[in-house]
T-cell receptor, first 114, second 115 residues
């Protein structure tokens, strides 16, 4: 069964550094998402992406964050200047349609900011 | 404010037993309700999606129910197995946005199956 893959599985970075989290969504999916989950808390929506542009973003997704689909297969999340509170598990997800298809999640990148 | 509350927070049962997890939501307007299973250190995996008109849906030993009038859902697990140990997350979608960007997640029920 096709799956969403994320790399790296764990990223450690120093405060103020830039990080890029990478995702390869399922190939025939059209909608792409980033979510985050701070340890022990609920999953939170960051951003959705469709037709090569952001369709929705949450309050968390401020100017420090950006997303890109550079080559038709990869989907990246960049955090320009990491803060301690950015430490979390970041999940990429994709779906075939926007409303009633199940979301397929990757296994996440654990980001640790020191 | 849209909210999803799950109970119990955690549950321990013996292998082979059944259990029921609860979800109450105050999401409006309602589009669909989803249950996900999340193994430790992994991404959530979809179990069921139910729209307003559906009141029960099964996926193997998992059966979800939905009462849109009382805004409650349950997930029943039959004949539990050790591999069912995971967090079970209730997620509700608001129809104004409808899609996965309009999802409200619960905190999950942490289920432990003991041999």
């Amino acid at each position: 069964e096709p799956e969403v893959t994320q790399t790296p599985s764990h990223q450690v970075t120093q405060m103020g550094q830039e990080v890029i989290l990478r995702c390869v969504p399922i190939s025939n999916h059209l909608y792409f998402y980033w979510y985050r989950q701070i340890l022990g808390q609920k999953v939170e929506f960051l951003v959705s992406f469709y037709n090569n542009e952001i369709s929705e973003k949450s309050e968390i997704f401020d100017d420090q964050f950006s997303v890109e689909r550079p080559d038709g297969s990869n989907f990246t999340l960049k955090i320009r200047s990491t803060k301690l509170e950015d430490s979390a598990m970041y999940f990429c997800a994709s779906s075939f349609d926007r409303v009633n298809s199940p979301l397929h999640f990757g296994n996440g990148t654990r980001l640790t900011v020191t | 404010k849209n909210q999803v509350e799950q109970s119990p927070q955690s549950l321990i049962i013996l292998e082979g037993k059944n259990c029921t997890l609860q979800c109450n939501y105050t999401v409006s307007p309602f589009s669909n309700l989803r249950w996900y299973k999340q193994d430790t250190g992994r991404g959530p995996v979809s179990l069921t999606i139910m729209t307003f008109s559906e009141n029960t849906k099964s996926n193997g030993r998992y059966t979800a129910t939905l009462d849109a009038d009382t805004k409650q859902s349950s997930l029943h697990i039959t004949a539990s197995q050790l591999s069912d140990s995971a967090s079970y997350i209730c997620v509700v979608s608001a129809s104004e946005r409808g899609g996965a960007d309009g999802l409200t997640f619960g905190k999950g029920t942490h289920l432990i199956i003991q041999p």
